[in-house]
C-alpha cells in the first residue's frame, strides 16, 4: 500500500469545531505536502514543508494551519471552516533534498465535510 | 507560468481496444511530466514520468506515454484497455529550476472503459 497514511479518512466538522488533519509518511522523504481537491475543479497546492520549514503557503486562508514538527509527520489544523471548504485533502511527500527524486507520493486522502 | 491542459473530461473505450488520454503544458524550460491515477475514493497513485531521455516511457500497469517536445504534450497510452483500468487519471508538470518538488495538475480526465 501507500507510504503516506493519512487519519482520519473522513471528517465530518461544524463551523465552530477545532479539528486536525495528520499525514505520515514512512518513505524517508524531506518534504511534505498539502493539497486540496474539490469536486469539477484541478487539485490545489495549499501548502509545501521542505527540510520541516514552510516554503510556500498559496493564499491559503488563515483558518487552516499547517504544522511540520518533523520531517516524517505533517498536520492540518482546522478552525471556523466553512461549508465551500468540504472537500478531499491529499497530503503527499517526495525526496527533495540533497538530489530531489522528482516524484511526489500521495496518501489516500482525508474527507472533509463541514456542516 | 506554468500550467497543463487535459482537453478532454472523459474518454470511453471498449475493453481491448487502445486508449490515448490526452495531456498538453506549458512550462519555461524542460519540464517533468508525470500522470498519476485515482480510483474512487481514493487518493492519487503514481503511473510514469518523463524526466529526460527516451521519449517514450513506460510505467505501471502496462501504460506507457510519449513526450514530444515540438507539440508540448505528454499523452498517455495503452495499447488494450480494461474495464479496471476505470478511474480518474490527472498529468502533472513541475518546473525542474523550482527548488520544491510541487507539482501543477491538469483539471483530470475520467476514462470509462466499457465490456
Known amino acids: 500500500e501507500t507510504g503516506v497514511t493519512q487519519t482520519p479518512r473522513h471528517l465530518v466538522m461544524g463551523m465552530t469545531n477545532k479539528k486536525s488533519l495528520k499525514c505520515e509518511q514512512h518513505?524517508?522523504?524531506?518534504?511534505m505536502y498539502w493539497y486540496k481537491q474539490s469536486a469539477k475543479k484541478p487539485l490545489e497546492l495549499m501548502f509545501v514543508?521542505?527540510?520541516?520549514?514552510?516554503?510556500e503557503n498559496n493564499s491559503v486562508p488563515s483558518r487552516f494551519s499547517p504544522e511540520c514538527p518533523n520531517s516524517s509527520h505533517l498536520f492540518l489544523h482546522l478552525h471556523t471552516l466553512q461549508p465551500e471548504d468540504s472537500a478531499l485533502y491529499l497530503c503527499?511527500?517526495?525526496?527533495?533534498?540533497?538530489?530531489?527524486?522528482?516524484?511526489?507520493?500521495f496518501g489516500e486522502g482525508s474527507w472533509l465535510t463541514v456542516v | 507560468a506554468q500550467s497543463v491542459a487535459q482537453p478532454e473530461d472523459q474518454v470511453n473505450v471498449a475493453e481491448g481496444n487502445p486508449l490515448t488520454v490526452k495531456c498538453t503544458y506549458s512550462?519555461?524550460?524542460?519540464?517533468?511530466l508525470f500522470w498519476y491515477v485515482q480510483y474512487p475514493n481514493r487518493g492519487l497513485q503514481f503511473l510514469l514520468k518523463?524526466?529526460?531521455?527516451?521519449?517514450l516511457v513506460k510505467g505501471s500497469y502496462g501504460f506507457e506515454a510519449e513526450f514530444n517536445k515540438s507539440q508540448t504534450s505528454f499523452h498517455l497510452k495503452k495499447p488494450s484497455a480494461l474495464v479496471s483500468d476505470s478511474a480518474l487519471y490527472f498529468c502533472?508538470?513541475?518546473?525542474?529550476?523550482?527548488?520544491?518538488?510541487?507539482?501543477?495538475f491538469g483539471q483530470g480526465t475520467t476514462l470509462q472503459v466499457k465490456p
Open positions: 503527499a511527500s517526495s525526496q527533495d533534498h540533497p538530489i530531489p527524486s522528482n516524484t511526489i507520493y
Open positions: 518513505l524517508g522523504h524531506n518534504a
Open positions: 514543508y521542505s527540510l520541516e520549514e514552510r516554503v
Open positions: 512550462v519555461s524550460g524542460n519540464p517533468y
Open positions: 518523463y524526466i529526460t531521455g527516451d521519449n
Open positions: 502533472a508538470v513541475r518546473n525542474p529550476s523550482g527548488n520544491t518538488g510541487k507539482l501543477i
